[in-house]
Structure formats: structure tokens, C-alpha cells
T-cell receptor
Framework: DGGITQSPKYLFRKEGQNVTLSCEQN?????MYWYRQDPGQGLRLIYY???????QKGDIAEGYSVSREKKESFPLTVTSAQKNPTAFYLCASSPQGGNQPQHFGDGTRLSIL | GQQLNQSPQSMFIQEGEDVSMNCTSSSIFNTWLWYKQEPGEGPVLLIALYKAGELTSNGRLTAQFGITRKDSFLNISASIPSDVGIYFC?????????????FGGGTRLMVKP
């Protein structure tokens, strides 16, 4: 089935540690996105990529990094510089151009040990 | 980044009742999307609207793209327990870059059997 796969479902981070969240899609979408969701709140954009080997900062990029070496993959690294990383992280993808909706993965919940 | 004003923030209704929620903005949007998110999962697209005044249904769900292009409404008729979840509106700004979306803060719907 075509879709967006995020892993792991749950992740724990120790103080001072970098962790990487995986996002893979087999929808042949050009654009991919990372959002952060805090309890009771909407989605805030961390980073997005409209094409391979290119990505842009979103509204809350500080403390995060991404790469887009393959069309199918858009991993997000939560660095030790992100002082409040506990949140639900959502990856999305969409075709580039036009008014195509974004489609979401099932999320990764990150917690601090 | 800009957020849409989504209301109400939460609703607790009796099974069988109709539900209405809306999103408003001071900016003009050229696309409105409505998503539903269940606990621990990613948002799932319910309805997409592309034209001012457009009224679209998906089963018991009906959404409208406001004529001013600054708002959108979602109605759920004859609610059932499986309607429980968080409903998000999302809009694409007129003249905005690529497929970037702005999200509302969500409406948490609870249905009493």
C-alpha cells in the first residue's frame, strides 16, 4: 500500500543526546514536511523540502536538522540544542505544485528520560 | 507563523446531535482542508475545498469554503461515537509558497453515547 511510514512510534531521549526520527514515503511525492504537535495545540512547521537535496526552515527550526538525500526519505534529527523536545512529531508529504493536500504519517512521540 | 482561529476548541455532545465548527483568518486563502486526528495517529484528510463558495460533502460531513475566502466551516450531522477526535482546518494562503499550509488549533470532539 502507498503511504507514509514514520518510525519509531515512541522514542526516548537522554539529556545531551541527538536522536533521529525516520520518515519514508512511497507516494512519489516531491515535497515533504516535518511538524511538531504539542498537547492541545495545532501543528507547527519545523522544516520542509520541496525537492531532493533542498530543504527550508519552517517556523520552529531551531534545535532541529534534516536531510533530503533521497526522494523517499526525509529524516529529522532532534539535537541537544532543542531544550524542550517532548512532543508528537508528524511527517507529511504532497505532490509539488498545484493545490494537492498534504498526507500525514502516524507520528513519533518523543519523550525525555 | 500565522495560525488560523478555529472554534470551538472543544465540544462535548450527545450521540445523534449535529456539530458545527469553523476557522477564520484575516488573510485570504485559496485552499481549505479539513483533517481528523485520532489519539496517537496522524491527521487524515476529510475534505478539500478549492473554490470560494464551494460546498462539499463526505458522508455525514459537509464543509464550505467561505465566500470571503477568509473562512471555512465543517458540519457533522447525526454524530456517532466514532466521530470522536480532533478536527483541524488547514489553509493555503493566496500567493503563498508551494504547498505550505497554515493550521488551526483544532476542535476536540467528544461524543456521549
Amino acid at each position: 500500500d502507498g503511504g507514509i511510514t514514520q518510525s519509531p512510534k515512541y522514542l526516548f531521549r537522554k539529556e545531551g543526546q541527538n536522536v533521529t526520527l525516520s520518515c519514508e514515503q512511497n507516494l512519489n511525492h516531491d515535497a515533504m514536511y516535518w511538524y511538531r504537535q504539542d498537547p492541545g495545540q495545532g501543528l507547527r512547521l519545523i522544516y520542509y523540502s520541496q525537492i531532493v537535496n533542498d530543504f527550508q526552515k519552517g517556523d520552529i527550526a531551531e534545535g532541529y536538522s534534516v536531510s533530503r538525500e533521497k526522494k523517499e526519505s526525509f529524516p529529522l534529527t532532534v539535537t541537544s540544542a532543542q531544550k524542550n523536545p517532548t512532543a508528537f512529531y508528524l511527517c507529511a508529504s504532497s505532490p509539488q505544485g498545484g493545490n494537492q493536500p498534504q498526507h500525514f504519517g502516524d507520528g513519533t512521540r518523543l519523550s525525555i528520560l | 507563523g500565522q495560525q488560523l482561529n478555529q472554534s470551538p476548541q472543544s465540544m462535548f455532545i450527545q450521540e445523534g446531535e449535529d456539530v458545527s465548527m469553523n476557522c477564520t483568518s484575516s488573510s485570504i486563502f485559496n485552499t481549505w482542508l479539513w483533517y481528523k486526528q485520532e489519539p496517537g495517529e496522524g491527521p487524515v484528510l476529510l475534505i478539500a475545498l478549492y473554490k470560494a463558495g464551494e460546498l462539499t460533502s463526505n458522508g455525514r460531513l459537509t464543509a464550505q469554503f467561505g465566500i470571503t475566502r477568509k473562512d471555512s466551516f465543517l458540519n457533522i450531522s447525526a454524530s456517532i461515537p466514532s466521530d470522536v477526535g480532533i478536527y483541524f482546518c488547514a489553509g493555503r494562503l493566496s500567493g503563498g509558497a508551494g504547498n505550505m499550509l497554515t493550521f488551526g488549533g483544532g476542535t476536540r470532539l467528544m461524543v456521549k453515547p
